[in-house]
């Protein structure tokens, strides 16, 4: 199935072909186009933290991952909220990343995973390179 919204510029596409698969068949038509993966909340627990500073090399070191636009940790409850485009990072990326510093980190859950649903994906594009 294919949705096309012309106002933003995406179309979402459901089905079992790869990603790679979908580009080249936007691209093949005329337009640019490129995956993009929705917001998803991954949470941590985050054992080793006592204080603020800790807490702050926590953050700086989770930010700095490509993908993750936000980062919430919570001293008292030794948790972090991390939400990005999580298509090239995995939640091990980010334990590794607060281990970096420091500090040991495992997965809680996923709060909410990608809008998008398996076997489907968004395409975004649009000018065409096309003559008409």
């Known amino acids: 199935t294919v949705s096309v919204e012309l106002e933003s510029a ?9 990603d790679s698969s979908l580009v080249t068949a936007v691209e093949e038509a005329g337009f640019s186009a490129s995956p993009i993966k929705e ?18 090399k926590v ?7 490509a993908g993750v636009s936000s980062v919430e940790v919570d001293l008292a409850a030794g948790t972090a909220a991390v939400s990005g485009a999580f298509s090239a990072t995995s939640p091990a990326a980010l ?4 281990e970096e510093v420091g500090f040991h980190a495992s997965l809680l ?9 398996p076997g489907s994906a968004i395409i975004t594009g649009a000018s065409s390179s096309a003559a008409t």
């Open 39 to 56: 917001e998803s909340r991954i949470s941590l627990s985050i054992q080793g933290m006592s204080c603020g500073h800790c807490t702050r």
């Open 59 to 65: 953050e700086k070191a989770l930010i700095a991952i």
């Open 95 to 98: 334990a590794h990343a607060v």
């Open 109 to 117: 859950s996923p709060q909410g995973g990608p809008a998008v649903m």
């Open 10 to 18: 995406r179309a979402t596409v459901t089905g079992d072909a790869p």
